[in-house]
């Protein structure tokens, strides 16, 4: 074979390789992210003195804390689906010291039911120095408050998102249906407008209505939006290969707002580039 030709072939061999990992695992065209620079920003995020990862980069002070939930809980199972031998590290570590990291409230994405939605309480675990960033961080907790229940939940969209989860898990699939259209309601076209809505649409909140549309097998009314947001995140990956937690519109533009952290890039992938929300068909 002719120099040239072996050079043109090699090239082309490449350009599919980077578009298939750009496309990401679901097969959509709408979907455009860097699954490599994904899982090098959560492994960047870890802090070895504490076995977890820290919560953000910038923003202060999520930047010097690491939370156990939803942080930890959500990324060892997104850096599993990335293959990243760092997600079971941290399994292990959540396992021996942290009760597994459950919460009784992303547990549902993980297939374990929860007793509703309630109030989050912060619970102080303790302090760690890391040499590897130069700073002291704050190990903390997020938990349910089941003293707070929560009954206006139809009118946030991540909360419905978290009750169709479970209604699925309990066996009420109809029900899960029926939140699921009362999520849509909350779509403006843009992104979900719910009753936290204060201007900037929250990233996370796109990829949890991924997730329940995969979830529920791609309902036909939802694919719209299932596609507009894939456009959308397509659009928050930064540099550093973190998805930006809020984004606005200018005109028909996309602009990222605030920081990248782990938990919005844990959403991100668990949504869209893991084979989790499959799981709720049988």
């Known amino acids: 074979m002719k120099p040239k030709y072996f050079a043109l072939i090699m090239l082309l061999l490449m350009l599919i390789i980077l578009a298939t990992e750009k496309q990401g695992r679901d097969g959509s065209n709408s979907l455009e992210l860097n699954v490599t620079s994904l899982r090098y920003f959560l492994e960047s995020q870890y802090v070895p003195e504490a076995g977890l990862l820290r919560a953000a980069v910038k923003s202060y002070p999520d930047n010097e804390t690491i939370y156990i939930a939803n942080d930890n809980l959500l990324a060892s199972r997104a850096l599993v689906a990335l293959n990243s031998s760092l997600g079971e590290r941290?399994?292990?570590?959540?396992?021996?010291?942290?009760?597994?990291?459950?919460?009784?409230?992303?547990?549902?994405?993980?297939?374990?039911?929860?007793?509703?939605?309630?109030?989050?309480?912060?619970?102080?675990?303790?302090?760690?120095?890391?040499?590897?960033?130069?700073?002291?961080?704050?190990?903390?907790?997020?938990?349910?408050?089941?003293?707070?229940?929560?009954?206006?939940?139809?009118?946030?969209?991540?909360?419905?998102?978290?009750?169709?989860?479970?209604?699925?898990?309990?066996?009420?699939?109809?029900?899960?249906?029926?939140?699921?259209?009362?999520?849509?309601?909350?779509?403006?076209?843009?992104?979900?407008?719910?009753?936290?809505?204060?201007?900037?649409?929250?990233?996370?909140?796109?990829?949890?209505?991924?997730y329940l549309h995969r979830a529920l097998d791609r309902p036909e009314q939802g694919k719209a939006v299932y596609t507009s947001c894939q456009r959308i995140v397509s659009q928050l990956q930064m540099e550093n290969g973190g998805i930006s937690t809020g984004y606005k519109f200018e005109g028909e533009k996309i602009v990222p707002v605030g920081d990248t952290n782990t938990e919005t890039t844990s959403f991100v992938v668990l949504a869209f580039l893991s084979e989790l929300p499959e799981k709720y068909h049988t």
């Open 90 to 210: 941290i399994l292990r570590n959540l396992e021996a010291n942290y009760s597994g990291g459950w919460n009784g409230k992303v547990d549902v994405l993980f297939g374990r039911r929860i007793t509703g939605v309630y109030c989050s309480k912060i619970l102080f675990i303790n302090r760690t120095y890391s040499r590897k960033f130069g700073a002291e961080f704050e190990i903390k907790y997020e938990l349910t408050d089941t003293s707070c229940p929560m009954d206006d939940w139809r009118e946030y969209a991540d909360l419905s998102v978290y009750m169709a989860l479970n209604k699925i898990l309990s066996g009420k699939r109809q029900e899960a249906v029926e939140v699921y259209e009362g999520l849509l309601s909350l779509w403006d076209g843009k992104g979900f407008r719910d009753k936290a809505f204060d201007g900037t649409y929250q990233t996370y909140k796109c990829a949890l209505f991924a």
